[in-house]
């Protein structure tokens, strides 16, 4: 069965860093593109960030520009989102996707299980 396992979440403080990972159960998992949504308590889920699978194409969603980095091992069949300068509205539960290359949640095939960002003011 194919599975995503997200590391990582936790509680910092506002402005702070966090590393989320996420982690394939299949070498073929290689060929997809990799995303980040998140959804907050009565909000939609929303896209984060999106990574193609060379990793040379990446989309970002505007609230997150210039502070969130998404990235990839294909080797280690590990997708990685880097978050600097994190504000309270970012917390949420973080989940990893992968699929074809798009915004849309509804685009992708495969889900992980959530981990839970909580930034504190």
């Known amino acids: 069965q194919v599975q995503l396992v997200e590391s990582g979440g936790g509680l910092v403080q506002a402005g702070g860093s966090l590393r989320l990972s996420c982690a394939a159960s299949?070498?073929?998992?290689?060929?997809?593109?990799k995303a980040w949504f998140r959804q907050a308590p009565g909000k939609e889920r929303e896209f984060v960030a999106a990574?193609?699978?060379?990793?040379?194409?990446?989309y970002y969603a505007d609230s997150v520009k210039g502070r969130f980095t998404i990235s990839r091992d294909n080797a280690k069949n590990t997708v990685y989102l880097q978050m600097n300068s994190l504000k309270p509205e970012d917390s949420a539960v973080y989940y990893c996707?992968?699929?074809?290359?798009?915004?849309?949640?509804?685009?992708?095939?495969?889900w992980g299980q959530g981990t839970q960002v909580t930034v504190s003011s």
């Open positions: 990574i193609n699978w060379s990793g040379g194409r990446e």
């Open positions: 299949k070498r073929t998992f290689a060929n997809y593109a």
């Open positions: 996707a992968a699929g074809p290359l798009a915004t849309s949640q509804y685009e992708y095939n495969y």
